[in-house]
């Protein structure tokens, strides 16, 4: 059973720019979650999509979206990047019972 | 948010126990979950508690109060490759969401 998949793993971009990530969840698995991880900061939650609806959002403004689509693969996309959006951007998709298998992450690099 | 907290770093040595402490607010409070961390790489589940109690899974084990909004996550036997992040996650009984603490770095020595 092939795992979380998202891409690209890594992209450097310039700040002003914007980025879209991929992910594709585990076959059968209807949630997506993404999270932004930085050093000292931990796993910050973004957003949770489940059936194409946005079911949880996290504290994030409003250049941060994302959206799911009907096979359940979801993007998430960053706009007007800011140096502090550099970091480890994981997608997990869920079972039933909460558990989140992720991704191995796109490492955003803005400069 | 539950507000996990847990310690930065911890260090032991080869064959040794280590145990990691994970605090959260006790309101809204549905499970908690545990997590392994190796450098650039995904994190992977390690347990799961919602019942008060210790539950034991080879060399890992967890325990949880749900009154004292207290869990551990226990490594026995302690290998090289258990050198990593472990991270504690709440979650709500409100949204369900997963609310994670920073993770706790335990390097382990020869």
């Known amino acids: 059973k092939a795992g979380v998949t998202q891409t690209p793993r890594y992209l450097i971009k310039t700040r002003g720019q914007q980025v879209t990530l991929s992910c594709s969840p585990i076959?059968?698995?209807?949630?997506v979650s993404w999270y932004q991880q930085t050093p000292g900061q931990g796993l910050q939650f973004l957003f949770e999509y489940f059936s194409e609806t946005q079911r949880n959002k996290g504290n994030f403004p409003g250049r941060f979206s994302g959206r799911q689509f009907s096979n359940s693969r979801s993007e998430m996309n960053v706009s007007t990047l800011e140096l502090g959006d550099s970091a480890l951007y994981l997608c997990a998709s869920s079972t039933n019972t909460g558990e989140l298998f992720f991704g191995e992450g796109s490492r955003l690099t803005v400069l | 948010g539950q507000n996990i907290d847990q310690p930065t770093e911890m260090t032991a040595t080869e064959g040794a126990i280590v145990q990691i402490n994970c605090t959260y607010q006790t309101s809204g409070f549905n499970g908690l979950f545990w997590y392994q961390q190796h450098a650039g790489e995904a994190p992977t589940f390690l347990s799961y508690?919602?019942?008060?109690g210790l539950e034991e899974k080879g060399r890992f084990s967890s325990f949880l109060s749900r009154s004292k909004g207290y869990s551990y996550l226990l490594l026995k036997e302690l290998q090289m490759k258990d050198s990593a992040s472990y991270l504690c996650a709440g979650r709500s009984s409100n949204d369900y969401k997963l609310s994670f603490g920073a993770g706790t770095t335990v390097t382990v020595r020869a």
């Open positions: 508690n919602v019942l008060d």
């Open positions: 076959s059968g698995h209807r949630s």
